[in-house]
């Protein structure tokens, strides 16, 4: 039989046990948990009311007795590192009498860790895993799981050895950067003692999104020694697109790049080049790359030279009947054209040879090379202006020798002279010198009347020419005064007409015996001044 009571000498509970002849045993504490490593005294005390040949403690461990009397020892136990059970017993007069008590041990995880968390793939489900390796008792023993401060999943460790606590969720973009962790929690509440917890380091989720196209990669497909063009590569739909890096590659060449973020979309900017020695086709490599995955794009690049054609003229300056020698010459493959030459098949080098007059002064000749690179046809072209050295020219194309103007009217007056250099013009009136009017005269006036002597002079000579100017004028004013009567409306028409042609007829009178005054003047010898 067994009994639970309170024993003066000890105070707590005691495990009473009656043997034969009336022999009683007690243990103090029965059952208590101290923690790994840690001691504890035991009371073993025997009521007999006859001999006593044996009294002890049994247990594996360490054991000391520390104090005793004829009927109750205390025993002291030191570095206890695992649960047990203790025995104390006893004989009185011959016969055997005990009980039993248990000892457990408490300490705390060796070491609680979430597992690597590393690069999720939004929409994709991943294992938060925490291992626990140590603490007792197990079945004390629960781990939780927690985003931020929000717990995810609560589990008992279990018994394995080290034990694994696992939620399986599901990788979401409101998820990136967000703090995960794992807490064990041994609670040792019902025996008296506290909730002891520990938690593992934090843990960063990266989630990410990448497209599965290919970024897009805008270079010219051609790109000419010596002449920086701009590379752009960018991909949209990349989340997020600040941790992306970027490499953008012509060979082992990497250039310097600008990386720029919008949202989800990404922007890498270069500048390439290339060298004489680098003319040929090369690959240019944009490759994106995001937590373990990138994607690619590959593109061909050629690089080339074409330097403009050599477009000489054998004087860039000439005299009028002088012969001039005009020659294009191409660079490397490329072949040449040269206007004014009839098209004939294209060649490195074409020649013309000219007998310049005036009229070529300013002519342009253009001599256009032709480069075909990665089947595509390139061309580069080069100007030369011929400069033709001649005399004055007035002719009547530049400056008219007769005009007739009715005083009055809008009239305006051109007079160039032609030349290069340029000639110095001045005209002017026979008799009192007055300067020839040109350019707009507004209403014309009769004072503007006169024969013109005009010259043009340059280094190179001299040019005449006479100019006449005839303002015709009313010398006598007419009036015609016509009864009126009350007639047809066709009748008033033919008065009408009869007025204007009388006065078209006095008109051309009066212009033609304004020219036969001009060509007396100029047949008649001038006066000397």
Same mark, same amino acid.
């Given at each position: 039989?067994?009994?639970?009571?309170?024993?003066?000498?000890?105070?707590?509970?005691?495990?009473?046990?009656?043997?034969?002849?009336?022999?009683?045993?007690?243990?103090?504490?029965?059952?208590?948990?101290?923690?790994?490593?840690?001691?504890?005294?035991?009371?073993?005390?025997?009521?007999?009311?006859?001999?006593?040949?044996?009294?002890?403690?049994?247990?594996?461990?360490?054991?000391?007795?520390?104090?005793?009397?004829?009927?109750?020892?205390?025993?002291?136990?030191?570095?206890?590192?695992?649960?047990?059970?203790?025995?104390?017993?006893? $004989?009185?007069?011959?016969?055997?009498?005990?009980?039993?008590?248990?000892?457990?041990?408490?300490?705390?995880?060796?070491?609680?860790?979430?597992?690597?968390?590393?690069?999720?793939?939004?929409?994709?489900?991943?294992?938060?895993?925490?291992?626990?390796?140590?603490?007792?008792?197990?079945?004390?023993?629960? !781990?939780?799981?927690?985003?931020?401060?929000?717990?995810?999943?609560?589990?008992?460790?279990?018994?394995?050895?080290?034990?694994?606590?696992?939620?399986?969720?599901?990788?979401?973009?409101?998820?990136?950067? *967000?703090?995960?962790?794992?807490?064990?929690?041994?609670?040792?509440?019902?025996?008296?003692?506290?909730?002891?917890?520990?938690?593992? !380091?934090?843990?960063?989720?990266?989630?990410?999104?990448?497209? *599965?196209?290919?970024?897009?990669?805008?270079?010219?497909?051609?790109?000419?020694?010596?002449?920086? $063009?701009?590379?752009?590569?960018?991909?949209?739909?990349?989340?997020?697109?600040?941790?992306?890096?970027?490499?953008?590659?012509?060979?082992?060449?990497?250039?310097?790049?600008?990386?720029?973020?919008?949202?989800?979309?990404?922007?890498?900017?270069?500048?390439?080049?290339?060298?004489?020695?680098?003319?040929?086709?090369?690959?240019?490599?944009?490759?994106?790359?995001?937590?373990?995955?990138?994607?690619?794009?590959?593109?061909?690049?050629?690089?080339?030279?074409?330097?403009?054609?050599?477009?000489?003229?054998?004087?860039?300056?000439?005299?009028?009947?002088?012969?001039?020698?005009?020659?294009?010459?191409?660079?490397?493959?490329? $072949?040449?054209?040269?206007?004014? $030459?009839?098209?004939?098949?294209?060649?490195?080098?074409?020649?013309?040879?000219?007998?310049?007059?005036?009229?070529?002064?300013?002519?342009?000749?253009?001599?256009?090379?032709?480069?075909?690179?990665?089947?595509?046809?390139?061309?580069?072209?080069?100007?030369?202006?011929?400069?033709?050295?001649?005399?004055?020219?007035?002719?009547?194309?530049?400056?008219?020798?007769?005009?007739?103007?009715?005083?009055?009217?809008?009239?305006?007056?051109?007079?160039?002279?032609?030349?290069?250099?340029?000639?110095?013009?001045?005209?002017?009136?026979?008799?009192?010198?007055?300067?020839?009017?040109?350019?707009?005269?507004?209403?014309?006036?009769?004072?503007?009347?006169?024969?013109?002597?005009?010259?043009?002079?340059?280094?190179?000579?001299?040019?005449?020419?006479?100019?006449?100017?005839?303002?015709?004028?009313?010398?006598?004013?007419?009036?015609?005064?016509?009864?009126? !009567?009350?007639?047809?409306?066709?009748?008033?028409?033919?008065? *009408?007409?009869?007025?204007?042609?009388?006065?078209?007829?006095?008109?051309?009178?009066?212009?033609?015996?304004?020219?036969?005054? *001009?060509?007396?003047?100029?047949?008649?010898?001038?006066?000397?001044?």
């Amino acid at each position: 039989h067994t009994l639970c009571s309170s024993h003066p000498a000890s105070g707590p509970l005691h495990l009473l046990l009656f043997g034969l002849g009336g022999a009683e045993i007690s243990m103090w504490p029965l059952n208590t948990i101290i923690p790994k490593g840690g001691s504890m005294k035991v009371n073993c005390s025997v009521a007999c009311d006859g001999n006593i040949t044996s009294f002890g403690l049994e247990t594996h461990w360490h054991k000391t007795e520390v104090d005793h009397r004829d009927k109750w020892k205390i025993f002291e136990l030191s570095n206890v590192e695992n649960d047990g059970t203790l025995l104390c017993h006893a $004989v009185c007069q011959g016969n055997q009498t005990q009980v039993q008590g248990n000892l457990t041990v408490y300490w705390f995880p060796e070491y609680v860790k979430l597992a690597n968390l590393s690069w999720q793939r939004e929409g994709q489900h991943f294992n938060l895993s925490c291992q626990v390796s140590g603490g007792a008792p197990r079945t004390n023993l629960s !781990a939780v799981l927690f985003r931020g401060e929000e717990e995810l999943f609560r589990q008992s460790v279990g018994m394995e050895e080290p034990a694994n606590v696992t939620f399986r969720m599901l990788a979401s973009r409101k998820d990136h950067g *967000a703090n995960f962790s794992c807490r064990t929690e041994l609670n040792l509440q019902p025996q008296g003692l506290e909730l002891f917890w520990n938690s593992s !380091a934090p843990l960063k989720l990266q989630t990410y999104v990448l497209p *599965a196209t290919h970024p897009h990669l805008a270079t010219p497909e051609l790109v000419e020694v010596g002449t920086p $063009v701009s590379v752009n590569c960018s991909l949209d739909g990349l989340f997020p697109a600040s941790e992306a890096t970027v490499h953008l590659a012509r060979g082992d060449h990497r250039p310097p790049l600008t990386i720029t973020h919008n949202g989800d979309s990404l922007l890498a900017k270069t500048w390439i080049n290339g060298t004489e020695k680098e003319q040929g086709t090369q690959y240019l490599v944009c490759e994106i790359m995001l937590a373990d995955e990138k994607v690619v794009t590959k593109k061909n690049v050629t690089f080339y030279s074409f330097p403009p054609p050599n477009l000489t003229l054998s004087e860039p300056e000439v005299s009028e009947g002088t012969t001039v020698s005009i020659e294009c010459q191409a660079h490397g493959e490329a $072949v040449v054209t040269l206007n004014e $030459v009839p098209a004939e098949t294209p060649s490195q080098r074409a020649q013309l040879k000219l007998n310049v007059s005036a009229e070529d002064h300013g002519r342009s000749f253009s001599c256009s090379a032709a480069l075909t690179v990665a089947g595509h046809v390139l061309y580069k072209n080069q100007t030369q202006v011929l400069s033709v050295l001649y005399g004055p020219r007035l002719d009547e194309r530049d400056c008219p020798g007769n005009w007739t103007w009715p005083e009055g009217s809008h009239q305006t007056l051109t007079c160039q002279a032609r030349g290069n250099p340029t000639p110095k013009l001045i005209c002017r009136r026979e008799g009192d010198g007055a300067l020839l009017p040109t350019g707009d005269l507004g209403p014309v006036k009769r004072e503007i009347t006169g024969t013109y002597q005009c010259q043009a002079t340059s280094s190179r000579g001299v040019a005449t020419r006479v100019v006449v100017v005839n303002v015709i004028h009313n010398q006598n004013n007419m009036v015609i005064i016509i009864p009126v !009567a009350a007639v047809a409306i066709l009748g008033s028409v033919g008065v *009408a007409a009869y007025i204007y042609n009388y006065q078209r007829k006095i008109q051309k009178y009066e212009l033609q015996k304004a020219q036969e005054n *001009a060509a007396m003047k100029l047949s008649t010898p001038a006066s000397p001044p």
